[in-house]
T-cell receptor, first 111, second 113 residues
Framework: KNQVEQSPQSLIILEGKNCTLQ??????????LRWYKQDTGRGPVSLTI???SENTKSNGRYTATLDADTKQSSLHITASQLSDSASYIC??????????WGAGTKLIIKP | DAGVIQSPRHEVTEMGQEVTLRCKPI?????LFWYRQTMMRGLELLIY????????DSGMPEDRFSAKMPNASFSTLKIQPSEPRDSAVYFC???????????FGPGTRLTVT
């Protein structure tokens, strides 16, 4: 069964600190993996999209990694800011363009 | 571009009433998605269209839900009759190519009393 699991469910860190969010998937065949940021009361916004051949992709202070062999991805946030407080959702697409959504990690940045 | 436009932004209705949610995708995008988000179940795909044709509606919960896309610039999601368990935020999203980046609208918060 195609599944996307994220950890931790929630995370609280102090402003300025780094953090890493995890995503494990069992989707096959794999097409691409996306990370979204969703602010409270808003729709998700895409941060990165990675295909099978890409190991890492950065978007400002956000860096996503992908290990297609172990079917794991991570999202690393550097020097966190209060505006990073949001839910981060991992989404994996199969070859039929079906998107399988993870439950998300709720990140809270405290001053 | 104004992005994906959804209306209304908020809808409060009584159980049994018909509800129609509207979406205007980004111009030039040929795929459109309807999602529902609740605290309990997270983000769920209800249906998606490609070139105005419904491709996968397996996420539509039951016959009370229906979606149409009469042209490339407009789609509706209808619930008839509505029930309290339909209360959720409904998002519409569009993308240009099937593997491209998906852009979400601001959502419609539906409350059924």
């Amino acid at each position: 069964k195609n599944q996307v699991e994220q950890s931790p469910q929630s995370l609280i860190i102090l402003e300025g600190k780094n953090c890493t969010l995890q995503c494990n998937y069992t989707v096959s065949p794999f097409s691409n993996l996306r990370w979204y940021k969703q602010d409270t009361g808003r729709g998700p916004v895409s941060l990165t999209i990675m295909t099978f051949s890409e190991n890492t992709k950065s978007n400002g202070r956000y860096t996503a990694t992908l290990d297609a062999d172990t079917k794991q991805s991570s999202l690393h946030i550097t020097a966190s800011q209060l505006s990073d407080s949001a839910s981060y959702i991992c989404v994996v697409s199969d070859s039929n363009y079906q998107l399988i959504w993870g439950a998300g990690t709720k990140l809270i940045i405290k001053p | 571009d104004a992005g994906v436009i959804q209306s209304p932004r908020h809808e409060v209705t009584e159980m049994g009433q018909e509800v129609t949610l509207r979406c205007k995708p980004i111009s030039g995008h040929n795929s459109l998605f309807w999602y529902r988000q609740t605290m309990m179940r997270g983000l769920e795909l209800l249906i998606y269209f490609n070139n105005n044709v419904p491709i996968d509606d397996s996420g539509m919960p039951e016959d009370r839900f229906s979606a149409k896309m009469p042209n490339a610039s407009f789609s509706t999601l209808k619930i008839q009759p509505s029930e309290p368990r339909d209360s959720a935020v409904y998002f519409c999203a569009s993308l240009r190519e099937r593997v491209g980046e998906q852009y979400f609208g601001p959502g419609t918060r539906l409350t059924v009393t």
